[in-house]
């Protein structure tokens, strides 16, 4: 059974970086996608971004151009970069994974991370 470690959060001040990453165990397929969501207080959980095993990325709109994921095959790890972050991105940071094709939907991924606390403050 794939287990999923998040690590990287932390309190950062306005236009500050931070890097989140994922270290994921046991997995025995290869045909799978790594995505980071969050989830605000009293909101609903949304789709970050997202690798596939090949290596193609896809970002939602308010993160493009800030936010860049990457994928370190030999060491199961995927990375977020996250620069220039705004109030905004305060959220518990999921990573996720699925097998098969990508998704935008939280509710297709069945392996999840603990979630790791990124809070910008102004």
């Known amino acids: 059974q794939v287990q999923l470690v998040e690590s990287g959060g932390g309190l950062v001040q306005v236009g500050g970086s931070l890097r989140l990453s994922c270290a994921a165990s046991g997995r025995t397929r290869i045909n799978y996608v790594t995505a980071w969501f969050r989830q605000a207080p009293g909101k609903e959980r949304e789709f970050v971004a997202a690798i596939t095993r090949g290596g193609t990325t896809y970002y939602t709109d308010s993160v493009k151009g800030r936010f860049t994921i990457s994928r370190d095959n030999a060491k199961n790890t995927v990375l977020l970069q996250m620069n220039s972050l705004q109030p905004e991105d305060t959220a518990v940071y999921y990573c996720?994974?699925?097998?098969?094709?990508?998704?935008?939907?939280?509710?297709?991924?069945?392996?999840w991370g603990q979630g790791t606390q990124v809070t910008v403050s102004s």
């Open positions: 996720a994974e699925k097998f098969g094709s990508l998704s935008y939907l939280h509710y297709d991924y069945s392996t």
